[in-house]
């Protein structure tokens, strides 16, 4: 009796073939675990097989899938695991938990000049103190996709958290992504950087960018969605996997249907709400202050901090 192949793959279901799961996972259906819960009409629709072989790899899928149980003390416990890097402002840390945390995406969102860059290399200097100083005592993978990356901000930080300026911008690997394919394959092949590296940061700014110019108007919406929704779950994978901090930048639009109050909304959507472990919102106030706010934590409270740009990074106002 032939022994039953092991199904590992999309196209290791029954009938599902190459094509079909190349089918599937352009519609975003990329894992066994996303089978296991499809619609057998919405597989048939997209793959072009019958309702019936869609419903057999349903069946597969979920019997090829496993569900692990934790406990809510062995999560308790794990999070003890978790790093947390400074800000270099007091407030600011408190009204997120401590600092940027390490298993997690933490996205920062405003206008033009609000500071989302400068956090970017404030934190990209401070991972690389120690715990005890505020940080993880590791390297950064620096996702550059508007030109941003100044290394003599990283010099003057460098300088004024008493690091070797040299050593702080080695510690950095700068990729400067000009497509959204560039930007996702950095991603992608991060893990070995990660290895050898030691990555503990991993900072794209900005996350939306390149999306948002490639993929423009409501028949690209779709695509774009799909490929952005991918590309933070990688990056989350990477942050559960390597127990490192993700810090994302992202741009902002109008909302029309706003009447009243702020209409700044962010990039990305239902897609990357979801995906930010932590959202803080940032404008310009006077001279070098910037309101921070946070706008979502699972837990921390809605709040705001001022904090101050200066040649030496971020300050308390």
Request: hydrophobic share 35%; glycine share 8%.
């Amino acid at each position: 009796m032939a022994k039953e192949k092991a199904v590992r793959e999309i196209e290791d279901l029954p009938g599902i073939g190459e094509a079909s799961a190349e089918k599937l996972r352009n519609a975003g259906v990329d894992s066994l675990a996303k089978v296991a819960v499809a619609s057998p009409y919405e597989l048939a629709e997209t793959t072009g097989i019958s309702v019936e072989n869609a419903k057999k790899a349903i069946e597969t899928a979920k019997e090829s899938t496993t569900v692990n149980y934790e406990t809510g003390e062995a999560i308790y416990e794990k999070r003890k695991q978790i790093g947390k890097i400074s800000t270099n402002s007091k407030d600011l840390d408190e009204l997120i938990g401590g600092g940027v945390e390490t298993g997690a995406i933490t996205e920062a969102y405003g206008r033009f000049a609000s500071g989302k860059s400068q956090i970017g290399f404030q934190l990209s200097v401070n991972a690389q103190l120690d715990r005890e100083n505020g940080g993880l005592g590791g390297g950064v993978l620096f996702i550059d996709t508007e030109g941003t990356f100044r290394p003599e901000r990283i010099e003057n930080i460098a300088k004024a958290k008493g690091l070797d300026p040299k050593k702080a911008l080695e510690n950095i690997l700068v990729v400067r992504a000009t497509t959204t394919e560039q930007q996702m394959l950095a991603v992608e092949r991060a893990e070995k950087l990660i290895q050898d590296h030691n990555i503990k940061l991993i900072v794209v700014d900005s996350l939306t960018s390149l999306f948002r110019s490639e993929f423009a108007g409501r028949g690209a919406l779709a695509e774009r969605q799909q490929k952005l929704n991918a590309h933070v779950h990688r990056l989350q994978m990477l942050a559960d996997k390597y127990n490192l901090a993700v810090y994302v930048s992202n741009q902002v639009m109008d909302n029309p249907g706003i009447m009243f109050g702020d209409p700044t909304t962010p990039i990305g959507g239902n897609v990357l709400a979801h995906a930010a472990t932590t959202r803080l919102y940032m404008r310009k106030s006077k001279e070098e202050r910037r309101i921070v706010r946070l706008v979502d934590s699972p837990s921390m409270p809605e709040g705001e901090c001022v904090i101050k740009l200066s040649e030496d990074g971020i300050r308390d106002e």
